[in-house]
């Protein structure tokens, strides 16, 4: 029930391994596909897989602007805009102002002012608009304040979009992917995904990390016409990490008898 032909997808921050992922199974639905992202160094990867990449600081109105007004000219209207520009930077309490400004900036504003310069052209095509936000948004989590944070607002935001623009035929909806292998967990396991699995078992309930393209087929469903009556819903690619309490998965009766 997925085909995506002749619509074209903008990936706004996807040169990243959940990025790569989105990017292609779009493009095996049939989709074009024009990643946005500041890490110029991306670019070869993302063109050798068939997408066209732009460069672009999501925190500067005027390049916004200017990439799309680009992208319509050449392309034509977008069909899909699929969000996920990103800040890690987050030391807790011990922020400062400016990493909170900056986090907030990257990870929430720049998201409203991309879908925002995006605006006509999804109306054009009665588009769909798919957003990332993590299981951070719903969980407190030791050590870590501007990523949930941001993420939880992300949410929030998500659901005002669908408000707003349902009236220009516009689906507005969520993805909030659980722990997935990335970058991120690829840097700190030191690449050993074992062991990232492992560590990642005792906190989903099917007992791994997910693949990238997990998520991505999720996005992928969103963008299609068999979510045609789905706007305004947070979707959880997280293996059963949102529904697992302080229980976990384990019996708690019999610890008690024992």
């Known amino acids: 029930m997925i085909n995506l032909s002749n619509k074209t997808a903008v990936i706004c921050g996807g040169a990243t391994l959940i990025g790569m992922a989105v ?4 493009l095996s639905q049939g989709a074009r ?6 890490d110029s160094k991306a670019a070869a990867e993302v063109e050798a897989a068939g997408a066209q990449f732009m460069t672009l600081d999501v925190t500067d109105d ?32 011990a922020s400062s102002r400016q990493q909170w400004l900056r986090a907030l900036d990257i ?20 588009g ?27 949410k929030h935001l998500t659901k005002e979009m669908a408000m707003d623009l349902a009236p220009d035929g516009i689906r507005v909806n969520s993805v909030s992917p659980g722990w997935t292998w990335s970058r991120v967990i690829s840097e700190v396991s030191g690449g050993n995904r074992a062991k990232a699995d492992a560590v990642a078992a005792d906190y989903h309930l099917l007992g791994r990390l997910g693949d990238p393209q997990e998520v991505a087929n999720v996005v992928a469903f969103l963008c299609s016409d068999a ?19 302080p229980e976990q998965n384990k019996p708690a009766i019999p610890r008690l008898a024992e």
């Not at 990017?23 to 779009?26: A, D, E, P, Q």
């Not at 005027?62 to 030391?91: K, R, T, W």
């Not at 769909?128 to 990523?147: D, K, P």
């Not at 979510?227 to 309490?245: L, N, Q």
Request: charged share 15%.
């Open 227 to 245: 979510a045609s009556f789905v706007t305004g819903a947070d979707y959880a690619a997280d293996g059963g990490y949102a529904v697992m309490g």
């Open 62 to 93: 005027a390049a916004i602007s200017a990439v799309a007004s680009q992208i319509a000219e050449h392309s034509g209207n977008i069909d899909l805009l699929i969000n996920m520009a990103c800040s890690y930077d987050d030391d807790g309490f």
């Open 128 to 154: 769909a608009v798919v957003n990332f936000t993590s299981i951070s948004a719903e969980c407190a989590q030791t050590g870590r304040w501007l990523y949930p944070v941001s993420k939880a607002a992300i």
């Open 23 to 26: 990017t292609k199974v779009l």
């Open 107 to 126: 990870n929430l504003v720049s998201m409203a002012m991309v879908t925002k310069a995006f605006h006509e052209q999804l109306k054009a095509s009665k």
């Open 33 to 38: 596909v024009v990643v946005l992202d500041i």
